[in-house]
Nanobody, 114 residues
Framework: QVQFVESGGGLVQPGGSLRLSCTASTSAFSIYGMGWYRQAPGNQRELVASVTSSGNTNYADSVKGRFTISRDNAKNTLYLRMDSLKPEDTAVYYC????????WGQGTQVTVSS
C-alpha cells in the first residue's frame, strides 16, 4: 500500500508564500504523472497542478502563474511552490497520482488569512 506524507502547510497572510512537500513510500513514484489536489470545506477535491514523469507541467486556471509544481524522483518527493497566496487558496492540500489515484494521505492544511 502506497503512502503519501504531505508537509509544509501553515497560516500565511495574503500575498505570502509556502512550499509544500510530499514524499511517497514507493520508488514507482518516478514513472507516474503526479499531482497536487486541494479540498476546501464544502467543496470537492480538485486537481490544481500536475507534472508528468518527464517533467511537463499543467495548472488549473485558478493557480496558473502563482503555483509551481516540481518533483525529485531520486527522493520520491513532489513539491508545490505557492506564491501570491489568496484567501481562496485556503484548503487541505494532498498529493497523489494525476490519474487513477492511490490511497490518500492526511494532507497538509493551508490557511491564507490576515
Amino acid at each position: 500500500q502506497v503512502q503519501f506524507v504531505e508537509s509544509g502547510g501553515g497560516l500565511v497572510q495574503p500575498g505570502g508564500s509556502l512550499r509544500l512537500s510530499c514524499t511517497a513510500s514507493t520508488s514507482a513514484f518516478s514513472i507516474y504523472g503526479m499531482g497536487w489536489y486541494r479540498q476546501a470545506p464544502g467543496n470537492q477535491r480538485e486537481l490544481v497542478a500536475s507534472v508528468t514523469s518527464s517533467g511537463n507541467t499543467n495548472y488549473a486556471d485558478s493557480v496558473k502563474g502563482r503555483f509551481t509544481i516540481s518533483r525529485d524522483n531520486a527522493k520520491n518527493t513532489l513539491y508545490l511552490r505557492m506564491d501570491s497566496l489568496k484567501p481562496e487558496d485556503t484548503a487541505v492540500y494532498y498529493c497523489n497520482k494525476a490519474r487513477n489515484v492511490w490511497s490518500w494521505g492526511q494532507g497538509t492544511q493551508v490557511t491564507v488569512s490576515s
